[in-house]
Antibody, heavy 119, light 107 residues
Framework: EVQLVESGGGLVQPGGSLRLSCAAS????????MGWVRQAPGKGLEWVSS????????YYADSVRGRFTISRDNSKNTLYLEMNSLRAEDTAIYYC????????????WGQGTLVTVSP | DIQMTQSPSTLSASVGDRVTITCRAS??????LAWYQQKPGKAPKVLIY???SLESGVPSRFSGSGSGTEFTLTISSLQPDDFATYYC?????????FGQGTTVEIK
């Protein structure tokens, strides 16, 4: 059974940093591209970042480029999102999601981890 | 970047109704479109991929159509479990933008 479990969320001050982790099980992480999606309280879904299966190619939303870094450790079956220079508008639930190989949709999602940026 | 626009934002319907949600892309995305369902406090769940392919395990009352810039999600006969928020998402380009969502409410 595919499982994605996010961790690392919490309360952080504006300008601070946080690293999110996503532990994958039930599939071979190194075969799949992965992504992060966030959802601010009461708002819609926002794609944040994606990474190819080897970790070489990364993409970012304009809202986080230069502040967030996506990475992966396939040997540890873990996806990461390093978040720096955090702003109040980064407050959201952050979901990691697996990307289907051939048809490329987000086919499995974690339960999410809440990041709150507040003084 | 490609922008996705859904309509309506909110839809009130009754059990048994046929429901249609529209999603428009700011430029052609071929058939690289997915539809997701999200219930309060839960992660999204994929319903349709490649514009019209039904994800495994999803009831056949859900269907998708369209290509290029105009897409629709149809629920043929609305069931109590279908009251939720629905999002389209393009993945033709790297940005993977979502529509703003359509909430299906009980009439």
């Amino acid at each position: 059974e595919v499982q994605l479990v996010e961790s690392g969320g919490g309360l952080v001050q504006p300008g601070g940093s946080l690293r999110l982790s996503c532990a994958a099980s039930g599939f071979t992480l190194s075969t799949y591209a992965m992504g992060w999606v966030r959802q601010a309280p009461g708002k819609g879904l926002e794609w944040v970042s994606s990474i190819d299966n080897s970790g070489v190619i990364t993409y970012y939303a304009d809202s986080v480029r230069g502040r967030f870094t996506i990475s992966r450790d396939n040997s540890k079956n873990t996806l990461y999102l390093e978040m720096n220079s955090l702003r109040a508008e980064d407050t959201a639930i952050y979901y990691c999601a697996k990307i289907s190989t051939v048809t490329a949709q987000f086919d499995y999602w974690g339960q999410g981890t809440l990041v709150t940026v507040s003084p | 970047d490609i922008q996705m626009t859904q309509s309506p934002s909110t839809l009130s319907a009754s059990v048994g109704d046929r429901v249609t949600i529209t999603c428009r892309a700011s430029q052609s995305i071929s058939s690289w479109l997915a539809w997701y369902q999200q219930k309060p406090g839960k992660a999204p769940k994929v319903l349709i991929y490649k514009a019209s392919s039904l994800e495994s395990g999803v009831p056949s009352r859900f269907s998708g159509s369209g290509s290029g810039t105009e897409f629709t999600l149809t629920i043929s006969s609305l069931q109590p479990d279908d009251f939720a928020t629905y999002y389209c998402q393009q993945y033709n380009s790297y940005s993977r933008a979502f529509g703003q969502g359509t909430t299906v409410e009980i009439k």
